[in-house]
Nanobody, 123 residues
Framework: QVQLVESGGGLVQAGGSLRLSCVASGRTFSSYVMGWFRQAPGKEREFVTVTSTSGGTTYYADSVKGRFTVSRHNAKNTVYLQMNSLNAEDTAVYYC????????????????WGQGTQVTVSS
């Protein structure tokens, strides 16, 4: 069992930056690929990015490529999402998730989910 807790969300102006964190419980964090998803009001949850177990391989949705960076610190059981050049379309609840398959983009590919953290970008 893995429990995930996100933090770092908030209100930011367009063009600004935020860094989200996701802390995992348990001793098996390093065996999971870690993904970030987001869900905007009235929309389905969508894939944002995923990082391999070591952090050496990452994969991004086209909508965030070049602006967002995912990283992880296995000794701290933490995965991060650095978000730069934010715009109103990035407004959503952001979720971290733990899974077993690299490059997984679908919700059902992930076994554990956090409760989400709200990111609001004002234009």
């Amino acid at each position: 069992q893995v429990q995930l807790v996100e933090s770092g969300g908030g209100l930011v102006q367009a063009g600004g930056s935020l860094r989200l964190s996701c802390v995992a419980s348990g001793r098996t964090f390093s065996s999971y690929v870690m993904g970030w998803f987001r869900q905007a009001p009235g929309k389905e949850r969508e894939f944002v990015t995923v990082t391999s177990t070591s952090g050496g391989t990452t994969y991004y949705a086209d909508s965030v490529k070049g602006r967002f960076t995912v990283s992880r610190h296995n000794a701290k059981n933490t995965v991060y999402l650095q978000m730069n050049s934010l715009n109103a379309e990035d407004t959503a609840v952001y979720y971290c998730a733990a899974g077993r398959r690299m490059y997984a983009r679908r919700n059902y590919d992930y076994d554990y989910w956090g409760q989400g953290t709200q990111v609001t970008v004002s234009s």
